[in-house]
């Protein structure tokens, strides 16, 4: 389509705010953006002359951010008002999860698990998310993965609508499905792996390929797998997958070493997670031994992999992580850990000292069964407790860093060429300059997409 000069005007914005955080240089302050359909055409001090007419959105008190990236979550548990609470044992409260998703069964599940996936979507994006991993379960339709909806009270002119899509072009959010199989019993590994499959295939089709029609990179072609555990999911299971990764250059991800009684298990059969295995598990299955080091391993195999939690991973283990960083990165959660921990105190997670070692960290929200919430700014916030640990570094963990491991060249930092899908931070207050970052973390109040800013001037 050839576009006649109003309407290239119109699909281009100018956005001036007060802080523009590329993460790749220093923050500008008094920042201008310039995006044309959901890409960056410029990004600096002085708005240049050629950019004078084009419609120009001043932002007091706001801070620019790349759009954040939500590398561990379960849609499906969106409907949770509030977590389901824990006693002291973590398989117990997984089997509280899985009594919950049996609750409704037919139809009713159906409409319910898509209604909670739609309403933990909308609430993703309207707290700053963009991408977000997806662990799904069946029942589970690719129609499921709506475009959010720009909320009633700021949805307004036709004029308003084509300037918020010069900052998003066609997508404002994007989920990658990570279909979830367990072997524990022959008959769910048959299930859940013709399942997986069947995600796979769907996911292949044009129609749900979420590429991107601005840029030449499609923003997100990976195919995903997740192996659920090790007392749900057999070494073997893990290696098929991870030689599948390889083949489809597809991405691994795992919840490996979340809990005490996970690594007990693994290393003697120990209760509770033996005696609550018992009528699930078939012989095969409960033959198989193997350690915690033999998981990591076949992790390490994957083409991209993500390790959600590793929580409990020892010194050697880390080690062998840091020497695979381009491929694999641990999916910390933070208010999770604290939902499993409230004895210990988050100021007590060594993640600063892992950062040091090499080791590679993202952010998850996990689901709302164990996080009162999605907001990835939230989790970001809960981590400014933990010692030694810079507001870059916080900050990387959502943006540059998960961009980096998976590849997207035009995400994750704000740079000219790479996607405008900001996020925006209201400020509460004037920003420190000495670690500006943490500044910014602490007076910055919520997250939000930077579209749901641009109302009529
Ligand atoms: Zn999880």
């Known amino acids: 389509m050839l576009l006649t000069k109003a309407n290239k005007r119109m699909s281009t914005i100018a956005i001036h705010a007060d802080w523009i955080f590329s993460l790749t240089s220093t923050p500008i302050p008094n920042g201008w953006l310039v995006a044309h359909e959901g ?13 004078q007419s084009v419609p120009i959105r001043k932002l007091p ?6 759009g954040l990236i939500n590398a561990h979550c379960h849609l499906e548990f969106s409907d949770m008002a509030n977590p389901i609470e824990f006693h002291g044992s973590f398989i117990a409260w997984i089997q509280s999860v899985v009594r919950h998703r049996a609750q409704a ?6 409409e319910r698990r898509r209604m909670a996936v739609a309403r933990g979507i909308e609430e993703s994006y309207r707290s700053g998310t963009r991408i977000l991993f997806d662990t799904i379960t069946a029942p589970w339709s690719p129609d499921w993965i709506q475009s959010p909806s720009i909320p009633q009270e700021l949805a307004s002119s036709p004029e308003v609508g084509i300037l918020r899509h010069a900052l998003t072009g066609l997508s404002r959010f994007y989920v990658v499905p990570i279909p979830e199989t367990l072997d524990i019993h022959q008959s769910r590994g048959d299930e859940t792996i013709a399942f997986a499959r069947r995600v796979h295939e769907q996911m292949g089709e044009p129609k749900n390929r979420q590429s991107s029609p601005t840029s ?47 690594m007990e298990w693994l290393a003697e059969r120990a209760e509770p997670i033996e005696s609550a295995l018992g009528r699930f598990r078939d012989q095969a299955f409960a033959r198989q031994s ?18 959600a939690h590793g929580n409990y991973l020892d010194e050697s283990l880390l080690t062998n992580l840091s020497a695979h960083r381009n491929h694999v990165a641990i999916a910390h959660c933070p208010r999770t850990y604290r939902h499993f921990h409230p004895d210990r105190s988050t100021q007590n997670y060594p993640l600063a000292e892992r950062l040091r070692r090499g080791v590679r960290h993202l952010v998850g929200t996990d689901s709302r069964a164990s996080n009162p919430d999605l907001s990835v700014w ?3 916030q809960t981590m400014l407790n933990y010692p030694g640990i810079s507001g870059e570094e916080i900050i990387a963990m959502a943006t540059r860093e998960p961009a980096d491991l998976l590849g997207l060249a035009d995400f994750g930092t704000l740079a000219v060429g790479n996607r405008s899908l900001c996020t925006a931070i209201p400020l509460s207050g004037t920003l420190e300059q000495e670690d500006i970052y943490r500044s910014l973390l602490t007076v910055g109040k919520s997250a939000v997409p930077l579209e749901s800013m641009i109302v009529e001037s």
């Open 61 to 66: 008190n706001t801070a620019l951010l790349p």
């Open 378 to 380: 939230s989790e970001m």
């Open 290 to 307: 193997s350690t915690m080091q033999d998981y990591v391993d076949a992790m390490l195999e994957a083409w991209l992999g993500i390790i």
């Open 216 to 262: 030449s990179s499609s923003i997100m072609p990976r195919l995903a797998i997740s192996p659920h555990a090790p007392y749900t999911a057999s070494r073997n299971l893990v290696r098929n997958w991870t030689a599948w990764s390889q083949s489809n250059h597809g991405l691994v991800s795992m919840h490996l070493a979340e809990s005490r009684e996970e």
């Open 39 to 51: 890409v960056i055409e410029f990004l600096g001090r002085e708005l240049p002359p050629r950019f």
């Open 105 to 110: 069964n037919g139809e009713e599940s159906i």
